[in-house]
């Protein structure tokens, strides 16, 4: 064979070896993994029983994440998280939203709360039903309300139940107002709640819609009352198109049943709300069961 013969042939042979080296199906071995492994590498996936907490946004809002795997108890029920939950431990939502308003209870307990009453007819029922069952809850007047059913704010506070102030007539702007109007709307509301029962504790306060802002949280303090959020919301004031009051409620408490977790704050509205009334009647029992129900410290 000739030099030039044997040039050729180790010319040919080393391209092969570089073509082979570069070629996509090993290309990513260079260094140490594949492109699969790469991706994983920096986007872990959750297990499938892990949902993160959604962000809370200085409005108060949350954002729900997408797709939220369910969790369920060993007999499919729902409120107790899955064995493998347990193990890696739940995921729990911070005790404040960024404003700093409270949406955990710091505790075990769970508490329950219900806005916008007192409501003459509704109010009433719920209260009955939390005497029956032994359970003290929080009650977020509406000044003006509160004003015209005091009757009903002194059997609140005469049965053992939290009192939080919920603004004056419910404005969900009300943040965005000045200042001055601002302290004067929550003041009112408080002194018509201690019209009712002087000297009545009023530790708490919730914006309407939840729609809380660093201001709002710093002028309920200035007057004494620390601001609550909630963690489990089943939008009871929304009836859906076409949805009866028998699947209201049972959405109801499939939804509050699902949701509560060791530590939550319930959010409910006693107001025009026949159907949570019915709702309650399940759910009360139910979560004396599974949870320690106590109102919000006064």
């Not at 986007?43 to 809370?56: F, S």
């Not at 108060?60 to 499919?76: C, D, I, R, V």
Request: overall charge positive; some cysteine.
């Amino acid at each position: 064979m000739s030099l030039t013969q044997r040039r050729v042939g180790l010319g040919v042979l080393v391209g092969a070896a570089f073509a082979l080296l570069l070629s996509p199906s090993n290309a990513g071995q260079l260094n140490g993994f594949s492109k699969h492994n790469a991706v994983a590498r920096y986007a872990p996936d959750l297990p499938a029983n892990r949902a993160v907490a959604p962000p809370v946004s200085d409005a108060g809002s949350t954002a729900a994440p997408a797709n939220p795997a369910p969790t369920t108890s060993a007999g499919g029920g729902p409120g107790t998280p899955s064995p493998s939950a347990s193990a890696s431990g739940p995921v729990k939502q911070p005790q404040f939203t960024s404003t700093g308003a409270l949406r955990r209870t710091g505790s075990d307990a769970v508490a329950l709360t219900f806005d916008d009453g007192p409501d003459p007819v509704n109010t009433p029922l719920i209260l009955d039903l939390l005497k029956q069952e032994g359970v003290k809850a929080t009650f977020c007047l509406v000044g003006f309300r509160a004003r015209d059913n005091p009757d009903l704010v002194r059997r609140i506070v005469a049965e053992g139940h939290t009192l939080c102030n919920h603004s004056w007539q419910h404005l969900l702007d009300l943040a965005k107002r000045p200042p001055a109007e601002i302290a004067q709307d929550l003041e009112h509301t408080n002194e018509v709640i201690r019209a009712a029962v002087p000297d009545a504790k009023i530790p708490y306060f919730r914006a309407p819609g939840g729609n809380f802002t660093k201001d709002l949280v710093r002028a309920a303090k200035q007057l004494g009352m620390t601001s609550i959020y909630w963690q489990v919301d089943p939008r009871d004031w929304e009836h859906k198109k076409e949805e009866s009051a028998t699947a209201h409620v049972d959405r109801l408490v499939h939804d509050i049943k699902r949701d509560t977790k060791p530590g939550a704050i319930v959010l409910s509205h006693d107001n025009k709300q026949p159907t949570t009334i019915e709702a309650y009647k399940i759910l009360l029992p139910w979560l004396k069961q599974h949870f320690q129900l106590e109102p919000l410290p006064a």
